[in-house]
């Protein structure tokens, strides 16, 4: 056991009020009906059927994702970590986090989640502006936002917060608006994204007037001028924190350590057999219900291994240590190291370390794409 990769769990809850026209994850629309006690009772089942991946591991971090975890009732959250608790181990002071819509949170919601035993609240806000929500498909208003900032910031919980930047009919000021009203807050975590066009998208298939890349850029000089101004640190591609409020959750997908996914399209990485492997669940809940085992698994080896490891361990601002490698059981391979080098020569990677430039931070897609 000493030999294996810490492990995280991540629980995926897949109800959604709608599709927003920019997503691209596994929700269903449908109503929630029976189905939430169903699924609460196969995700138990599938945790107890997946021994043999947690091998006797403690959990360093579990997360509820989705979807909207939100519009899950506390009862059931709190009725799984207790089956959680009791059946295996989890770490001492475990970072519990959860996804929360802000038209979901109340006072009674948040204490629901507090009596649960979550400590880290994440609220997809996306932002403080009427047009942009509008253009971006949310089923929130700025009222909304503000009042879940409210909530969120009176919490005592953790709080972190997703905004969304680089969307129809954005611009600069749109997100620095957004990002002086976060600040204000007094929130210590924030997940600051580009919004991608993705296949499967309905933005894919009718795409919007998007900003050029010039106004990107503004916007991105602007945030992080702003940011650091404030004493916050990018420590990762979309993660800006202070000291304190780094996600642990988050660390492990990008140090490549293990985690276990369960529910609907829940996607696992674990070490067995002297090999990483990526697993995935089958994506509709009823058939999730029906059949817990992976519908996917592929031993990560070859190229496949070093883009997958270059995605991840890259995107570190810090960059990742020796003692993370052998920990995580990542073994570089001599078409990495080639690469890597070529990456030195470039000017995106820093020589003598497993850490990108400043170039190859800003131009990360360039810098990964050397390992493909």
Known sequence: MDNLPELSLYIHLPWCDKKCPYCDFNISTDSLNGSVKELFNTLKNDLLQSNSLINHRAFKSIYFGGGTPSKVPTTYIKDFLNFLHIEF??????????????????????????????????????????????????NHNASDSLRALKLLSESEL????????????????????????????????????????????IFYKKRPLMPTENEIEKAEIISSDLLVQNNFNQYEISSWSKEDSISVHNQNYWKFGDYLGIGPGASSKIYKDNFHHRLRKRRSIKSYINDTKPTHMEKLQ?????????????????????????????????????????????????????KTTEKGFRFLNDAVSLFS
Do not use: W
């Open 89 to 138: 181990n989890v770490v001492s002071n475990c970072e519990i986090s959860f996804e929360a819509n802000p038209k979901d949170l109340t006072l009674d919601y948040i204490a629901g989640l507090k009596d649960s035993g979550i400590n880290r609240l994440s609220v997809g806000i996306q932002s403080f502006d009427d047009k942009y929500l509008c253009f971006l498909g949310r």
């Open 302 to 354: 070859g190229k496949e291994l070093d883009f997958d490891l270059a995605i991840n361990i890259l995107r570190n601002k810090s960059g990742i240590d020796d003692e993370s490698l052998e920990t995580n059981q990542i073994k570089l391979s001599k078409r990495f190291i080639e690469k890597y080098k070529i990456g030195v020569e470039l000017g995106y990677f820093q020589k003598g370390k497993l």
């Open 158 to 201: 953790t709080g972190t917060i997703d905004l969304i930047y680089g969307g129809p009919n954005s611009n600069s000021l749109t997100l620095k608006n957004d990002l002086k009203i976060f600040l204000n807050a007094g929130i210590n975590h924030l997940s600051l994204y580009q919004l991608n066009i993705e296949p499967n998208t």
